[in-house]
């Protein structure tokens, strides 16, 4: 960059971090003058809650009645274990060797398996949240409202197979959350560029101005009007407006009217125009080839001045999509993620970003000051990379047939992360700390220790030489990164021209991309975007943040934002972060966050576990496999490796399951059986081990709360799911790796319609459903 370009913008930088600090200090100062003015007794009547200095979230350890017996009980497992492969490798069946040796190996990798998966489970914890607290703290009367901006970002690719309506209620979720507007904003990545997805939003903008004001007004729950409206419960409840039932009855109604302009957009798009389509104003739509179109970018409330019926401020909504050429590598939702990182931090840049999948509603409109407990607080936040809330869902039947509520990972693998380095990250309902995203490290830890190498020397010199320049060269470039803020913080006394000097601008382009105004807004801890700037200005920026050729040459995708190399990049991501020292939190409020639509039929249920299971498999075959990656830093803990290995090797299980389920039989078609007879010591080593089995999951559904029945669902999807999905996995995943073959990502189809529970027992057809069935007649 010339000189004259780069003064002016390290300048702003300056002057815009001084004008924080002087903010951050003003407070303090007014607040200890004011009192001074006040007598004493009058002090005390006018001091805030005691609550306002309180922790703003506590752990509330399981009990050791129920977390002894649970521990005692997986060690006696352990020990019962190597009892019983002593026995098993001691005493071979000569008659049947070949069988009997499958046996073995199969049950050495069940019982690996079974250590992957439960010892990470060692530390549950459950937590609680003081929302008054938080409001104490940082919602004073007559003072300006200092709770975090939060930046939304909804992800929808096909409007087709994700239905408008269902993408609207969950923006109008978002814009009517019980959170202050202007530290709102909702940004609708829309990565098919369809015209209906757009249209959709410019009425969805217009019916929120009425729904808003009514959600507000009224406290209802849950805001988004579909799922209010369809509860079948009593809506007067708790409700004392006489004027409520009137005002409800005419919200009724205009939604209705909504909905029938939406269905409406959704029909004449069923047929696409041959020339295409067009504007209103008789322009072509620029995505009418959505693999080749320019970048995009509509901001419908906030910037605009609309306001509701009211008279009162709207969040910000904004739409975009990003440019897509020929050529490029455009690396799915995670590159659309990246793309919402980059506009969102031009245009609002909040220092908390919430991802929600399109048919993911806010249920809990105090969700946002759920996580803020916990990522605002002094003590707690400061290591936090990222707040994960639970799944639930609607659609699903009682019995839940195929596990669509994942409860026992939900409700019991994650408490035990939790207890540990944090929960991993799963793709939507989490919020994050930006600065996480950024690449940087937690301000506990400033930068890689310098005698963390020495000290592994000392302890393996063998393993320590031989380290990667590459990764010597990533360490280096963190460090820089982290000095920069670090510098940035500490130093008061500057000259504008030194200062523009100590950072390198040439490095934060070569690891952010060539936007100095997005460089400039990671280097704001606080958020924030400059009063001064240019509404017109910042537009163009964004459009640029958005091009093809934007993060070619930089670390977007390798170590900042979203990481590629997975269609799970969930994982992925969460897996960098935690590697570099951060730490996650599970937040489960009585009434769930958010709730989402599930695949109810098997073959898409059967889909969705297969995609989980690729991404899986590639990062087992990638170079950010835990087995390997991370051990340079030291920051990942180790149940915390263990728990990661689990999530990258659980495919794998498929092949000695399917091996397992044959051998029944096998052994009747041949007369050959894989154990001798028994004697008694045997015959007790066995019992033993079914025995602790069952005690195991019994002790686990006390401290958990699952029921018995989700349990036995979850067991039953297991077997369904790993003589199916998994093993096509597995097979794609070496196909891709060894021949390049790319499976293609597709998207489960959400429900729109209103029969319940309408394809549950359609049975339609799907090559996953070959393995399973295979098994069932061979062994009937």
């Known amino acids: 960059m010339a000189e004259d370009n780069g003064n002016p913008i390290w300048k702003n930088r300056v002057e815009s971090w001084k004008e924080k600090k002087n903010k951050k200090k003003k407070p303090a100062t007014t607040k200890v003058e004011r009192e001074a003015e006040i007598p004493p007794e009058q002090q005390m009547e006018d001091k805030p809650a005691p609550d306002a200095s309180q922790p703003l979230s506590t752990i509330i350890p399981i009990s050791k009645s129920r977390l002894a017996p649970y521990r005692t009980v997986i060690i006696m497992r352990l020990i019962i274990l190597g009892l019983f492969f002593h026995y098993r490798v001691t005493n071979p069946v000569d008659s049947a060797f070949g069988l009997w040796l499958t046996s073995v190996i199969c049950e050495i990798w069940f019982a690996f398996s079974w250590v992957l998966d439960q010892f990470p489970k060692w530390y549950p914890v459950n937590r609680e949240t003081y929302i008054d607290r938080l409001s104490a703290r940082y919602e004073r009367e007559g003072e300006p409202n200092e709770l975090a901006a939060v930046d939304f970002f909804v992800s929808t690719v096909d409007p087709l197979k994700e239905p408008p309506l269902i993408t609207a209620n969950t923006v109008l979720s978002i814009l009517a959350l019980d959170y202050p507007v202007d530290k709102v904003s909702c940004y609708i990545s829309d990565d098919g560029a369809a015209m209906l997805t757009f249209e959709s939003l410019v009425e969805t903008a217009d019916f929120a101005r009425k729904w808003v004001p009514f959600c507000k007004k009224f406290s209802i729950e849950p805001r988004a009007p579909e799922f209010y409206f369809s509860q079948k419960i009593d809506y007067l409840k708790d409700k004392v407006q006489p004027s409520f039932v009137k005002e409800r009855r005419a919200m009724k109604r205009d939604y209705e009217e909504y909905k029938i302009r939406i269905n409406a957009l959704v029909a004449k798009a069923q047929k696409t125009p041959e020339e295409g389509w067009t504007m209103q104003d008789g322009t072509p739509w620029p995505g009418n080839n959505p693999r080749d179109h320019p970048g995009m970018i509509q901001v419908f409330l906030g910037y605009s001045g609309a306001r509701d019926i009211d008279g009162n401020e709207l969040p910000r909504l904004v739409y975009v999509s990003r440019e897509k050429r020929p050529g490029y590598q455009h690396h799915k939702k995670a590159g659309a993620e990246n793309a919402l990182v980059r506009v969102s931090a031009v245009l609002t840049n909040a220092p908390f970003i919430l991802n929600l999948d399109c048919d993911h509603y806010v249920n809990n409109s105090k969700a946002v000051r759920e996580a803020m407990c916990f990522l605002m607080d002094p003590q707690v936040g400061r290591d936090v990379c990222y707040v994960q809330f639970p799944q639930r869902f609607d659609g699903i039947d009682r019995s839940d047939r195929y596990a669509n509520r994942n409860t026992v990972f939900f409700d019991v693998n994650m408490k035990g992360l939790d207890g540990i380095q944090g929960p991993v990250y799963v793709g939507t309902g989490c919020v994050f700390n930006r600065q996480a995203l950024y690449g940087y490290g937690p301000p506990s830890m400033p930068s890689f220790p310098k005698s963390s190498s020495s000290s592994c020397s000392c302890c393996c010199p063998g393993k320590k030489e031989p380290k990667d320049p590459s990764e010597l060269y990533r360490d280096a470039k963190r460090e820089e990164l982290d000095a920069a803020i670090f510098n940035l913080r500490e130093i008061d006394n500057y000259d504008e021209y030194e200062r523009s000097m100590l950072i390198s601008q040439?490095?934060?382009?070569?690891?952010?991309?060539?936007?100095?105004?997005?460089?400039?807004?990671?280097?704001?801890?606080?958020?924030?975007?400059?009063?001064?700037?240019?509404?017109?200005?910042?537009?163009?920026?964004?459009?640029?943040?958005?091009?093809?050729?934007?993060?070619?040459?930089?670390?977007?995708?390798?170590?900042?934002?979203?990481?590629?190399?997975?269609?799970?990049?969930?994982?992925?991501?969460?897996?960098?972060?935690?590697?570099?020292?951060?730490?996650?939190?599970?937040?489960?409020p009585l009434r769930p966050a958010f709730k989402g639509s599930a695949p109810i039929n098997l073959s898409d249920r059967l889909h969705q576990v297969l995609r989980w299971a690729l991404g899986s498999v590639e990062i087992f075959l990638s170079r950010h496999c835990p087995l390997w990656y991370g051990f340079g830093g030291g920051r990942l803990k180790w149940l915390q490796r263990l728990a990661y290995i689990n999530t990258i090797v659980y495919p794998f299980t498929s092949l000695p399951l399917i091996a397992y389920c044959s051998l029944p039989a096998i052994c009747l078609l041949t007369g050959k059986f894989i154990i001798p007879t028994l004697s008694n010591l045997a015959s007790v080593l066995f019992l033993g081990l079914f025995l602790s089995i069952i005690v195991t999951a019994v002790l686990e559904l006390r401290w958990s709360g699952v029921s018995i029945e989700d349990l036995w669902r979850n067991e039953q999807f297991w077997v369904i799911g790993g003589v199916s999905a998994h093993l096509f996995a597995v097979f794609q995943g070496f196909l891709k790796m060894l021949a390049g073959i790319d499976t293609n990502f597709t998207v489960t189809a959400k429900a729109a319609d209103d029969a319940d529970f309408g394809e549950l027992y359609i049975v339609k057809w799907t090559t996953l459903l070959i393995p399973p069935t295979t098994l069932l007649i061979v062994n009937m």
């Open 506 to 588: 040439t490095s934060f382009e070569k690891t952010f991309g060539l936007s100095s105004v997005f460089i400039e807004s990671t280097l704001m801890e606080n958020g924030g975007v400059a009063e001064s700037a240019n509404p017109s200005t910042l537009i163009k920026e964004a459009i640029h943040v958005i091009s093809c050729g934007y993060e070619e040459k930089t670390a977007w995708g390798k170590e900042i934002g979203w990481i590629y190399g997975s269609v799970t990049e969930d994982i992925l991501t969460g897996f960098k972060m935690h590697c570099r020292g951060w730490r996650s939190i599970y937040c489960m």
